[in-house]
């Protein structure tokens, strides 16, 4: 098992640029900005129906914020005449600076998937292409899976937070219960994997916010648990050195290899929705909410 901080460093580079771009606004290109560009921020998609994140913005760096209804997002598989035209585009505007547009598309084929971008109203803006690869299945616990029922780390003895997660003021609502007891309860859980003190992508802290959040106004309702990504965040932490960090056995089993990623797991144990990177309250509502009605 890798057992250093470079594991997330290497396996989120793709979403750093992301969220690098996203926040400052910096141009990096020389070119000018008569182009749209995309990128799928997503590693791992399988068959069937996926949340697909996507970053959209001009070739020269300048955010196109809020402006889905400009927006025509398709997608098809390379060497087929079929294309598919995303319905529910949707701008996610994060807590702190820039967003993200997410889209929902459905796979039937393995392969590298081509996803086109254009400005349906302007003819002078060139469009964007991109591209995501569709495995037979996910590596993570995708939509109607069973949740791996895996102990999680709880409020120590000792009341010391800092020992189980890197948080700067750690929320004691998101460390009440381990994962598998919150299941076997009976309710709803929203759990959510990060480190918000090492994150790559820099919006880990803002996801345990979100999840603070979440559980005050459903309290009573639903689980929410907060997994810090290493194992001995407090030694991290003391240190200053966060290439002492050792990944937590929990997320071998969860299978996968960027963060943050959050889960809405229903009564029965079955994942109902799946989030890679960022996912801000509104969308996890989204799903919790019909969770929550049915209970």
């Known amino acids: 098992m890798i057992n ?30 008569d182009a749209l560009v995309v990128f799928a921020a997503t590693s791992d998609v399988g068959l069937g129906s996926a949340r697909i994140p996507l970053n959209i913005q001009m070739i020269d760096g300048t955010r196109i ?73 996910t590596e993570a616990p995708d939509i109607g899976d069973d949740a791996p029922l895996t102990p999680t780390k709880t409020i120590p003895v000792d009341g010391d937070l800092r020992a189980i997660t890197s948080a700067p ?17 009976g309710k709803p859980v929203v759990i959510s994997f990060s480190t918000p003190a090492y994150c790559q992508s820099g919006t880990c802290g803002p996801q345990t916010d979100v999840l603070s959040k979440l559980a005050e106004r459903y309290k009573g309702r639903a689980s929410f648990i907060h997994v810090e990504i290493f194992d001995n965040p407090a030694e991290m932490l003391a240190s200053g050195d966060p290439s002492l960090g050792i990944e937590a056995p929990v997320i071998q089993t969860w299978g996968f290899h960027t963060e943050p990623w959050t889960f809405v797991v229903d009564s029965s144990g079955i994942v109902a929705g799946r989030f890679e990177s960022f996912a801000t309250l509104d969308e996890i509502e989204e799903y919790l909410i019909p969770i929550l009605e049915r209970s």
């Open 4 to 33: 250093k901080i470079s594991l997330f460093a290497l396996m989120s580079l793709l979403l750093l640029s992301l969220f690098v771009v996203g926040c400052t606004g910096e141009a990096t290109s020389t070119r000018e900005p």
């Open 65 to 137: 914020d809020d402006a889905a209804d400009r927006l025509q997002v398709t997608y098809s598989l390379p060497g087929s005449d079929e294309t598919r035209v995303v319905s529910d585009l949707k701008w996610r505007a994060w807590p702190i600076r820039g967003g993200i547009y997410t889209a929902t598309m459905t796979f039937d084929r393995v392969g590298l998937w081509s996803i086109k971008v254009r400005m349906p109203d302007d003819d002078s803006i060139l469009p964007a292409a991109s591209g995501v690869l569709v495995k037979s299945a």
């Open 169 to 185: 003021e750690p929320d004691p609502d998101l460390y009440a219960i381990s994962f598998d007891d919150a299941v076997a309860a």
